[in-house]
């Protein structure tokens, strides 16, 4: 009997070794500047984005931007002088294809409307600038993922900057790792919220 409560004992150990090291692992990866809580009136975190934000040549995409709203903390609020957002195809097959990549966003803000950073919308916060998408396209550009079995994860970022503006002018053409460039040592805090769209064939278009 003792044996077999040694032997439990022994196989017991190395799981919570495992345990503990994947636990610790977590807490090191948790980034101290995650403060910004991102939603959406659109869809719930890790939900499926509605067909009306999508690419506005498919099916029943609008190609309007998705709504926003973020908080953040009080104490952290004071050192933000601007916001910057980006919105991001994960999916390896996309690789990195960037739908929405902004900044100069006023560090007041805390929401962004439907549309509001489509590119060409009266409603985005003063002094908005619009660089290029993946599509070669100023402001916002919806999912438009191949028809395939699993959905596309989006995922949208914004950064709490502790400057007006990050020194690059949307005439410049910039790439996304140019723009994570700019950002080091920019970032106050940060926030995600990620969506997922699936490309399906509809039968009846006239439902949208």
Not at 56 to 61: L, V
Not at 171 to 192: E, Y
């Amino acid at each position: 009997m003792k044996l077999k409560k040694l032997l439990a004992i022994f196989a017991i150990v190395p799981l919570l070794s495992t345990f503990y090291a994947e636990t610790s692992l977590s807490a090191l990866k948790k980034d101290p500047n995650d403060k910004i809580v991102v939603t959406s009136s659109a869809f719930k975190k890790n939900g499926m984005i509605p067909d009306k934000y999508t690419y506005e040549n498919t099916y029943c995409g609008h190609g309007i931007s998705i709504p926003l709203d973020w908080q953040v903390d009080e104490e952290t609020a004071k050192n933000i002088q601007s916001y910057a957002i980006t919105m991001v195809d994960k999916n390896p097959s996309a690789r990195s294809f960037v739908h929405l990549m902004v900044t100069n966003i006023p560090a007041d803000t805390r929401s962004v409307v439907d549309g509001a950073l489509s590119g060409s919308s009266n409603n985005a916060p003063h002094g908005t600038y619009y660089f290029s998408n993946s599509s070669k396209r100023p402001g916002y550009d919806g999912p438009n993922p191949p028809r395939g079995k699993r959905a596309h994860v989006y995922e949208i970022t914004i950064y709490g900057l502790n400057t007006p503006t990050i020194g690059i002018s949307p005439l410049d053409n910039i790439k996304l790792k140019d723009f994570k460039k700019a950002l080091v040592g920019k970032v106050v805090a940060f926030g995600k919220l990620r969506g997922k769209y699936k490309m399906i064939k509809r039968i009846v278009l006239d439902a949208c």
